[in-house]
């Protein structure tokens, strides 16, 4: 079966009552997230609304028709996008086929940009209504991209206060209602309770492993997680490791990249969310993305890794204006994470770091401070709600 599969089930009909019809197209975990709660939101709001478009568990869990399934999709980087450049320009014909076939009242479109920036304009010319929810990241890639959004999308939802003025400059209507992670933030349990769910009993220091949901993630990092754990075991033989088995991904992928060093250390899989390895953990090493702000909500101090191709991180250092790579650093406006990035991304500087962590609780308590910010600077939960609401008035209900 093809890695993007086209759902099953009869989805919503052309011709059929009066309901309210929204498209919704995320690429990504954390974008199929992000829409499974929106649509709780939008149902809410006005119980009759149909759903359609892409995304993955969690938004078909809510009843969204997929067109397509997007599980474990998603490159990173310039050239390795380039290997599903033919597979997502045929998925880009089928939606914008879906579109003129179901004529959706408006269009959500989270995040991914390298495609939603694609399928906006096509939605535009055919006079649907867009909204961009979770507003590409103009702060890193400057005015042209901005300018790009507002040429289709009809009201932009940014998820940082500091990017509004930046897409209001291009002329976009853009707004900021809060960051939608904070919506999906359980509050932290005991730590006897956490252990206990995970199969741990009390012991030594719990340190995360956090690979990421894309297969590439997990193939370029995973290796070097588990590699600067041995490093850490030698020399701290009590501390223990869990690794996040991230939604749609076999536990056997992280296993095999792992190798007979993952099987030596015994480092626990853990599913059902990256809340239940984060409960547990004194400390993490975590693939840049999501789940950093993750684990800064929960004041987890982290090593933030990131890692691509040679040919990405050149043209990355030549087009990209970013100062900081993680998403605790961005909002913070400064470093108050460690990132090591390409090569410094080795086994022994990671090892290394978490254990200048472990063996420093001073160390940790000020990064648990400096981490406190990043939440206060992502506004107030409900962001879901308040985005339902535009989407809403922008399609005239």
């Not at 045929?90 to 939603?116: C, S």
């Not at 349990?189 to 009390?202: H, K, S, T, Y």
């Not at 200048?356 to 600077?377: M, Y």
Request: with cysteine; proline share 7%.
């Amino acid at each position: 079966m093809s890695p993007v599969r086209q759902a099953r089930g009869a989805g919503p009909s052309a011709g059929a009552g009066r309901a309210l019809r929204v498209m919704l197209v995320a690429g990504e975990a954390s974008g199929d997230g992000y829409g499974a709660r929106l649509v709780q939101a939008l149902r809410d709001e006005q119980p009759d609304v149909r759903f359609f478009g892409m995304g993955a568990q969690a938004m078909r869990a809510q009843g969204v028709h997929l067109l397509f399934d997007v599980t474990g999709r998603g490159a990173i980087g310039f050239v390795e996008s380039l290997r599903e450049y033919p597979l997502y320009r045929r998925v880009l014909a089928r939606l914008a086929e879906g579109a003129r076939r179901l004529k959706p009242d408006v269009a959500v479109l989270i995040d991914f940009p390298g495609f939603n920036l694609r399928l906006g304009p096509l939605l535009a010319r055919m006079g649907i209504p867009v909204v961009y929810y979770v507003a590409p990241a103009v702060w890193a890639w400057g005015a042209g991209r901005a300018r790009a959004v507002a040429a289709f999308a009809s009201r932009v939802i940014c998820v940082f206060e500091f990017e509004v003025p930046l897409y209001r400059q291009a002329g976009a209507p853009a707004e900021w209602l809060g960051h939608p992670i904070l919506d999906d933030v359980p509050q932290r349990p005991p730590a006897a309770a956490a252990l206990r769910e995970v199969g741990l009993a009390p012991g030594g220091p719990v340190v995360a492993l956090l690979p990421g949901s894309r297969f590439q993630e997990i193939q370029t990092l995973y290796p070097v997680m588990v590699r600067a754990a041995q490093a850490i075991h030698a020399a701290r033989p009590d501390v223990r490791f869990v690794a996040s088995v991230a939604p749609g991904i076999d536990s056997g992928l992280l296993v095999a990249a792992g190798g007979v060093a993952h099987r030596e250390l015994g480092i626990r899989l853990v599913g059902g969310g990256i809340w239940r390895s984060l409960a547990v953990a004194e400390t993490a090493v975590v693939a840049a993305g999501t789940a950093a702000l993750q684990a800064a909500l929960w004041q987890v101090p982290m090593v933030v890794v990131y890692r691509v191709s040679e040919a990405t991180y050149w043209l990355a250092k030549r087009l990209v204006r970013v100062s900081h790579v993680s998403l605790p650093n961005i909002v913070a406006g400064r470093p108050v994470v460690e990132e090591l990035l390409q090569h410094d991304a080795r086994p022994e500087r990671v090892a290394q770091a978490l254990l200048d962590r472990l063996e420093r609780p001073d160390r940790l308590a000020s990064e648990r401070q400096e981490l406190s910010e990043v939440r206060r600077r992502l506004g107030e939960p409900g962001a879901a709600r308040r985005a339902a609401r535009v989407v809403l008035e922008v399609a005239g209900r």
